[in-house]
């Protein structure tokens, strides 16, 4: 590794706006530490969503930069281990989590264990433990080199699409047919689609202009339709609206134009939750309820299936990725951008909203 080590800071108040620093992690290293060499990570609008938040969850805080008007944005991906002092934990182990854009993370390892470990530096602590947990690669059964990329990718996002349907299955849809998910080109929405694929219910995708080609070239809805169809779509069929956009105006578009054929509306969205559905007057129907993955996985440990979800999801999870980089006919192209001055331009593409939705992008460190 070399010994001029960089990241990559992100102006708080206009998320487009990067620049490269001297990454200051030592080199020394204290008991218990564990020093993290990233190579890889996914470069999505999830990535937006968590600087957008920054302050107000917490994000900004896990990886401090000594610089309140710049903070780390945070990402996932892969890393290997490149020196330690803790015991079970050994030069070389790849692992997978959370990370800052930058050549090397330091971490205090603790709760050690065959599978992996977490950071328990004390900044850290404002946001959940699966946001500080990480993965020994040589652990995961279901880990392949070949699909890194694809896992970096979604692995955040398949989580949610997985639990939110098998909630949304283990109550029977609420009574719906069909199933209305907007910002389908989202990696969460397809996601949530391909999880459908065996269910008897319609799924129908609705999306901007500019992202419909990608949608229906997807071949993962049952129909496309652009935002401003809402009010075309059929009635007199129970409905239940996936919302992933969180737009305020095209959720009561949706519920004043199904009405009571509108049998729930499942709001997949951050945890300001107030913000979005507290007191609207304008909005027709059942109140939007927020879905949050662990909110499912308490179920399944309350019920005492959560081992078992755990080995249908694994594998599903797999089968996925294989899916979206299938070379017959993926869903979509994976472009590696390397080194900081590249993965900044991707970073101002997606806080402008201009990314590519066919495009999956991951940064790469070289080393």
Known sequence: MSDARHRLMTLKSSLRETRVAPDPTPSDLAEGEVLLALDRFSLTTNNITYAAYGDAIGYWTVFPTGDPAYGMMPVWGFADIAASRAEGLEVGARVFGYFPMADTLLVQAEKISRGGFADASPWRKKVPDIYNRYVLCAADRNYEKALENAEALFRPLFVTSYTAVDFLRDAGFFGAKRIVISSASSKTA???????????????ALTGTRNRAFVEGLGAYDAVHGYDEVESLPTGVPTLYLDLAGDADLRRRVHAHFGDDLKYDCLVGSTQSDSFTSGDPELVGPKPVFFF?????DQHRERGTLHDFYDRFLADQKTFFERVVDPASPWIRIVEHRGFEAIADVVRDLADGVSDPAEGAIGVIDR
């Open 293 to 297: 993955a662990a909110t499912c996985l």
């Open 190 to 204: 397809y996601g949530s689609a391909w999880c459908l694929e065996n269910d008897e219910v319609e799924v129908v």
